[in-house]
């Protein structure tokens, strides 16, 4: 069924519960995981007169993304561990972890996503926007929502 399936992930219980049931949906088919981190970018704020404000050195931003990184890659190892599925790594930066997702999906060729959504709602959902609603909108692959 499944050759390789892409498993999104923040490091988040929910997120690796969609890594759970990835393992599980490997196991049974045969297929590869991979678990894909999207880091954010460095940020940069354009102030008046059109000079550049930076909230930290890139020195110190990149440090901070290489800790959640490695953060996120503990956690998923463990639980890959635990469910006795060999899981490849990959870690991105991204603007937009979606368009990450997508592209990932397509260079890996993943044949499904395995993704996990907070379920917001109202305004919570139109603020903070949904990662996996975009995946769901752009993406051409299956994708199985995990709550």
Do not use: N
């Not at 959504?117 to 995990?146: D, I």
């Amino acid at each position: 069924m499944f050759k390789h399936i892409l498993v999104p992930t923040d490091g988040s219980k929910l997120s690796l519960k969609a890594l759970d049931l990835a393992a599980e949906l490997a196991t049974s088919t045969g297929a590869k995981v991979s678990a894909l981190y999207v880091a954010p970018t460095f940020p940069t704020m354009i102030g008046g007169d059109g000079y550049m404000v930076t909230p930290m050195s890139v020195k110190d931003w990149d440090l901070s993304i290489a800790k959640s990184t490695a953060r996120v890659r503990e956690l998923v190892e463990k639980r890959a561990k635990a469910k006795s599925v060999a899981v490849q790594f990959l870690s991105v930066a991204a603007d937009q972890p979606h368009m990450a997702i997508i592209d990932t999906a397509k260079r890996k060729k993943c044949d499904v996503v395995v993704m996990a959504s907070h379920g917001r709602r109202g305004l919570s959902a139109l603020l903070m926007g949904s990662e996996t609603t975009k995946v769901l909108t752009h993406c051409k692959l299956p994708v199985l929502v995990c709550r």
